[in-house]
């Protein structure tokens, strides 16, 4: 009896001292996988604030919105007449307007460009647009630069319109400053410079030597607002106002007062609103503007308001 007990403490024993050396040497492996979980990962990348706006422009103006790498883009903005003949030719719709067609490419991350025309003056324009910070954790805002030259190629018979070939070249610049608020409400300003080649101006007499009056300046300094506010998931109210800030000697331009409703898809945004701008380029807007938004007084003549025009633009886009 004694034999057989001994006989069976032995395996116990053995088996008793097995786990022990298996628990020690699981603790021990444990113990280098916890090692290697500390070790620091390398810090996220910030993202970036997506849909700031739901378009690359509101009504006239552009935003700090650039398409992603590989978006193609057709644009076509339309301005009707005047509303200040009524029913006369229904609100402008039936007066004389001016049409543009533009397309945009985003070649790589950032960048876009593009070439329009417009119906006045047969304006052809080219752009480019850049990102240069997105707003996101690292930084409260977004920041885009715009640039434009455009060329009036309309007919010029014994040079009537132009003297030299350059007057017909015109030049923007603009740095936008975006934020997204919440997720209904995103604002934007911009400040921007316009160049135009040639100014109207004369000849005049200052005692006895002749002095070149200028009418015009070559630069346009210039200020803009614009906000989108989310009013469902498709629909948004646009606003957008632009002050011209450089004051000629004569033929200043007049401010622009826009609002509307935007309706946006996931290829395609339509904008219907009222404003003063119907040049359909940026650099013609701030420098040539004769519509004027709020009536006034000038040297105790009324000059009238209200010179609005019904206008839409309409965006599609493709990824490839």
């Known amino acids: 009896m004694k034999n057989f007990i001994n006989k069976n403490k032995r395996p116990l024993v053995s088996g008793f001292c097995f786990m022990i050396v298996l628990l020690i040497l699981g603790n ?3 113990g280098q996988d916890s090692t290697a979980a500390v070790v620091p990962e390398p810090p996220a990348k910030p993202r970036p604030v997506k849909n700031t706006f739901a378009s690359d422009q509101i009504i006239d103006a552009q935003t ?3 398409p992603v790498k590989g978006t193609f883009e057709a644009d076509i903005q339309h301005r009707f007449g005047s509303v200040q003949n009524g029913y006369e030719d229904l609100w402008g719709i039936y007066g004389i307007a001016n049409i543009r067609f533009g397309f945009l490419y985003t070649p790589i991350d950032n960048l876009e460009i593009g070439f329009g025309l417009a119906k006045v003056n047969m304006l052809w324009d080219g752009s480019a647009k850049y990102a240069l910070i997105k707003q996101s954790s690292q930084y409260p805002v977004s920041v885009t630069y715009y640039g434009n030259i455009a060329v009036k190629t309309v007919k010029n018979p014994d040079n009537v319109l132009f003297k030299y070939e350059s007057e017909r070249w015109s030049f923007f610049n603009e740095l936008m400053i975006a934020r997204k608020i919440n997720e209904k409400l995103s604002v934007q300003i911009g400040f921007s410079i316009s160049h135009q080649n040639s100014v109207p101006g004369y000849y005049t007499k200052v005692d006895t030597s002749n002095v070149v009056f200028k009418e015009q300046k070559f630069n346009m300094y210039s200020f803009s607002f614009c906000m989108r506010y989310k009013l ?12 011209p800030l450089t004051a000629w000697a004569t033929d200043n331009p007049h401010p622009n007062f826009g609002f509307g409703l935007e309706f946006n898809t ?19 807007n701030a420098m040539y503007n004769a519509n004027n ?3 006034y007084t000038d040297n105790g003549v009324k000059v009238p308001g209200g010179q ?3 206008g839409f633009n309409i ?4 990824n490839f």
């Open 315 to 318: 965006t599609r886009l493709w």
């Open 64 to 66: 700090v919105m650039v």
């Open 308 to 310: 609005f025009h019904i």
């Open 266 to 284: 996931s290829g395609h945004t339509f904008q219907l609103f009222a404003d003063n701008f119907t040049l359909l380029n940026t650099q013609q």
């Open 293 to 295: 938004p709020f009536g």
């Open 232 to 243: 469902t998931e498709g629909t948004s109210f646009i606003f957008n106002y632009e002050q």
């Open 28 to 30: 021990t492996g444990y």
